[in-house]
């Protein structure tokens, strides 16, 4: 349960690590 938790935080800091920028340049990229 914990570790879901934290697995789930992750996965989103890294999704919008990667979208972020990506929205900025213009691209567009389908994840999921």
């Known amino acids: 349960s ?3 938790e934290l697995e789930q ?3 989103g800091t890294v ?3 990667i979208i972020g920028p990506s929205v900025r340049h213009g691209d567009v990229i389908e994840i999921g």
């Open 2 to 4: 914990k570790w879901s």
């Open 9 to 11: 935080q992750v996965v």
């Open 15 to 17: 999704r919008r690590g």
